[in-house]
């Protein structure tokens, strides 16, 4: 809703503007939000650099000279899972500059990472940065249900804050304020520190379990706070059955995205491979964050239990294969193969 009330209060600054162009990053609610707006979206699929998937400069550079007028504003993304790198925010600020298009950066988690910020500040500095949204709860730890727009000039803001409709809710306010005035300025940026120092020691225990059992983690060195393990162990079919299997045991920040041919249709935009933010076929993976808050023994704990499931789901399917191979031809059912808690 935040990013949908700065590309509203933008209309009368561009009263041609009919598109967004809007760099692929599969979230639902970014893409919702230019729709809700009234426009549509110029959808940027990301290129590939070796394991990351980054910005296509070139591609937005010809767009935004091609469209002009017609064009409300890009958004970019500087916070998201694995293997998809943050935006190259810097390059479209300047082109954003140069071709007088506003600048609008979804910065939903990135608060956290000390590189961001600073890249915000350095695509301030070299171009144009007119409006930067995140979110409260991923940010400062209060409920879900608030959002912070920050910008460089006073007179953005304003604009955004003239737009605004008013009589919503007033609690995320509070529960911020709250929070602040709990924590002090220390016990605040505490946590912003200590995750840097997490995100630093997953990053070695995933690497490590990652050689242990005959995968890789993906070489995205630009996202510090989400990491890939590819799954070329588990065959594709039974990747997703894995993801479930952490689920139910407590791994809940962990995500198994699987390739996939199919379509997904959101708002009239076809994706193909939705939750990969590209179309790119590939062999599977597991996605890792970690957030501020993460304390050591959680960390510990992660492993502990992704390696025992791991283990265990390696041997179910070794059980299923020779159940299969043998001379009865019977087919196992799903739920007695994958018995994990009578392993």
């Not at 010809?62 to 409300?72: P, S, T």
């Not at 694995?82 to 608060?111: F, K, M, T, W």
């Not at 409709?165 to 520190?193: C, H, I, K, M, N």
């Not at 994706?271 to 501020?292: D, K, M, R």
């Amino acid at each position: 809703m935040s990013l949908s009330l700065c590309m509203t209060s933008w209309r009368r600054r561009r009263p041609k503007a009919k598109y967004v162009i809007w760099l692929r990053i599969d979230q639902k609610s970014s893409l919702k939000s230019i729709y809700h707006a009234g426009f549509e979206a110029i959808i940027v699929e990301p290129t590939r650099d070796h394991d990351a998937l980054v910005t296509d400069v070139e591609t937005v550079n010809r767009i935004v000279e091609q469209r002009g007028e017609e064009l409300l504003c890009v958004m970019t993304t500087t916070s998201c899972f694995a293997p998809r790198s943050p935006d190259n925010i810097e390059a479209i600020s300047a082109i954003c500059a140069a071709h007088d298009v506003p600048h609008l950066v979804n910065n939903a988690y990135g608060l956290q990472s000390e590189e961001t910020i600073r890249k915000i500040a350095a695509a301030h500095e070299c171009g144009r940065v007119d409006a930067v949204v995140q979110s409260l709860d991923k940010n400062f730890q209060v409920p879900v249900g608030g959002a912070l727009i920050a910008g460089f000039k006073q007179s953005h803001i304003q604009s955004i804050a003239q737009a605004y409709p008013g009589r919503a809710s007033s609690v995320p306010s509070r529960d911020l304020v709250l929070t602040f005035l709990y924590q002090g300025q220390l016990a605040f940026l505490e946590p912003f520190q200590k995750q840097k120092q997490m995100f630093l020691k997953m990053r070695r225990k995933l690497t490590s379990f990652a050689e242990n059992v005959g995968e890789c983690v993906y070489d995205v060195p630009e996202n510090e706070i989400s990491l890939a393990m590819t799954l070329s162990t588990i065959p594709p079919t039974k990747q997703t059955l894995f993801g479930s299997v952490l689920f139910s045991r407590g791994i809940t920040g962990a995500r198994v995205v699987q390739s996939s041919q199919s379509k997904t249709t959101i708002e009239g935009c076809e994706f193909v491979n939705f939750g990969s933010h590209t179309a790119e076929q590939h062999g599977g993976y597991l996605n890792i964050a970690c957030s501020i808050g993460m304390a050591d023994h959680e960390l510990e704990e992660l492993f502990t239990r992704l390696t025992s499931s791991y283990a265990k789901f390696i041997r179910q399917l070794a059980k299923e294969d020779d159940r299969r191979g043998g001379s009865s031809g019977r087919r196992v059912p799903m739920n007695e193969s994958f018995d994990m808690e009578n392993d």
